[in-house]
T-cell receptor, first 115, second 109 residues
Framework: EAGVAQSPRYKIIEKRQSVAFWCNPI?????LYWYQQILGQGPKLLIQ????????DSQLPKDRFSAERLKGVDSTLKIQPAKLEDSAVYLC?????????????FGPGTRLLVL | GDSVTQMEGPVTLSEEAFLTINCTYT??????LFWYVQYPGEGLQLLLK?????DKGSNKGFEATYRKETTSFHLEKGSVQVSDSAVYFC????????FGAGTTVTVRA
């Protein structure tokens, strides 16, 4: 079974530039998550989708971050404009459903450096 | 809100030593508890989980028991190997997955 795919794996940009990350979840997984992991910390949920609808985006800085999940499969996360403090690893995860007992499966992450 | 506190690292052990990583949690409901592991250069992967009080999760020689009375989910392994060197994250899911800060474990031959 193919895992969660993410691209790119690494990205370096200047502050105030824009950047986009892509995620393809495990086939059949209805729920998709984006996390931000700052160095030395655990991942923090940014947004959760159930199919193509948003379930929770309470921690998403909506003035600069946006995300979409068209057709309930792939998802993109965008940052515009980027700030220095956005330097982090962005993780995508998916699960069969959104139950709190479900295991979330994580992709390899995109490491973003903002200069 | 929900939170997870885990033992600070880094932890350095010799091969065949006993490993314990403490994890305590605060939650308003009855969460599921997880241990995730991140090996060098790899993504996060589930190590084990427990979904209700007194459940024991186990995998690859690791064990953790869901203790509601002490709000704990400590990770243990009786004899570690060099290949167990990784960052270990304790997490809870009540309505969303919340992680601890991670504990870096290094096992020396």
């Amino acid at each position: 079974e193919a895992g969660v795919a993410q691209s790119p794996r690494y990205k370096i940009i200047e502050k105030r530039q824009s950047v986009a990350f892509w995620c393809n979840p495990i086939s059949g997984h209805a729920t998709l998550y984006w996390y931000q992991q700052i160095l030395g910390q655990g991942p923090k949920l940014l947004i959760q989708f159930q199919n193509n609808g948003v379930v929770d985006d309470s921690q998403l800085p909506k003035d600069r971050f946006s995300a979409e999940r068209l057709k309930g499969v792939d998802s993109t996360l965008k940052i515009q404009p980027a700030k220095l403090e956005d330097s982090a690893v962005y993780l995508c995860a998916s699960s069969l459903e959104s139950s709190f007992q479900e295991t979330q499966y994580f992709g390899p992450g995109t490491r973003l450096l903002v200069l | 809100g929900d939170s997870v506190t885990q033992m600070e690292g880094p932890v350095t052990l010799s091969e065949e030593a006993f490993l314990t990583i403490n994890c305590t949690y605060t939650a308003t409901g009855y969460p599921s508890l997880f241990w995730y592991v991140q090996y060098p250069g790899e993504g996060l992967q589930l190590l084990l989980k427990a979904t209700k009080a007194d459940d024991k999760g186990s995998n690859k020689g690791f064990e953790a028991t869901y203790r509601k009375e002490t709000t704990s989910f400590h990770l243990e392994k009786g004899s570690v190997q060099v290949s167990d060197s990784a960052v270990y994250f304790c997490a809870l899911n009540d309505y969303k997955l919340s992680f601890g800060a991670g504990t870096t474990v290094t096992v020396r031959a």
